[in-house]
T-cell receptor, first 113, second 111 residues
């Protein structure tokens, strides 16, 4: 069974540009989560989808971040326009239920110059 | 909201020795405490977890202990091996709310 996949693995962009990260969860997992780890700090929750609905988006930093999960399958996280402080590793995770193990993808390392 | 502190940030142990990583949490209502291991180039992977109705759980060389009164939990790795080298994260969760992670511990096993 394929795990959680994320694309791209790395992205280097300039301040002010737009970047879109993609996450494909494990097939059949209704719950999808986005997290971010800024260098040396904790992994911070960004938001949680249940199917195509946003269950909790309390961790989204500001309105420059937009997450979607059309059709309840893959999800995208768009940053527009990117700022220097957006640099970090963005992880996606999925789980079959809300109170069950979350399976993480390998992450996308975003560098904003 | 919940706050999780993790210590130490780095830890080096001789192969075969034991390693202990400690975490404290702030929200007494948290009831699920997973530990994740992140190897280079990979995402965090769950290695063991404990729920608040249990004080200790063991899986081969890995064990987790939970002290609800003091609001702290620890990861114990015995007979460490080179493949145990990784970054370890603790986390806490209340009900079906979001996971709150610690800042991570980089564990290095010295051959």
């Amino acid at each position: 069974e394929a795990g959680v996949t994320q694309f791209p693995s790395h992205s280097v962009i300039e301040k002010g540009q737009t970047v879109t990260l993609r996450c494909d969860p494990i097939s059949g997992h209704d719950n999808l989560y986005w997290y971010r780890r800024v260098m040396g700090k904790e992994i911070k929750f960004l938001l949680h989808f249940v199917k195509e609905s946003k269950q909790d988006e309390s961790g989204m930093p500001n309105n420059r971040f937009l997450a979607e999960r059309t059709g309840g399958t893959y999800s995208t996280l768009k940053v527009q326009p990117a700022e220097l402080e957006d640099s970090g590793v963005y992880f996606c995770a999925s789980s079959p239920g809300t109170f069950t193990e979350q399976f993480f993808g390998p992450g996308t390392r975003l560098t904003v110059l | 909201g919940e706050n999780v502190e993790q210590h130490p940030s780095t830890l080096s142990v001789q192969e075969g020795d034991s390693a202990v990583i400690k975490c404290t949490y702030s929200d007494s209502a948290s009831n699920y405490f997973p530990w994740y291991k992140q190897e280079l180039g990979k995402g965090p992977q769950l290695i063991i977890d404990i729920r608040s109705n249990v004080g200790e759980k063991k899986d081969q060389r890995i064990a987790v202990t939970l002290n609800k009164t003091a609001k702290h939990f620890s990861l114990h790795i015995t007979e460490t091996q080179p493949e145990d080298s990784a970054v370890y994260f603790c986390a806490a969760l209340r009900g079906n709310e979001k996971l709150t992670f610690g800042t991570g511990t980089r564990l290095t096993i010295i051959p």
